[in-house]
């Protein structure tokens, strides 16, 4: 884990909802690197979780039809 790049620019899940359970990813990055940056939309400055495309994809769209 590391902390949040000011390079990077966040994008807000649309799921999220007000009730402040967002999470957020940086699409610049993934599409530059392979590697996207996910975090907590409540702790900016906290930690930042990596993952790869592939795995992104796969977890985006298992959420999507609600396999998970």
């Known amino acids: 884990m590391t902390t949040a790049s000011p390079a990077q620019q966040w994008v807000k899940?649309?799921?999220s909802n007000n009730g402040g359970s967002c999470v957020e990813w940086a699409p610049r990055t993934a599409s530059t690197?392979?590697?996207?940056?996910?975090?907590?939309s409540k702790n900016p400055t906290g930690p930042t979780l990596h993952v790869t495309a592939a795995a992104f994809s796969t977890f985006v769209t298992g959420l999507k039809s609600e396999e998970l």
């Open 13 to 15: 899940s649309s799921y």
């Open 33 to 40: 690197t392979g590697i996207v940056p996910v975090r907590d």
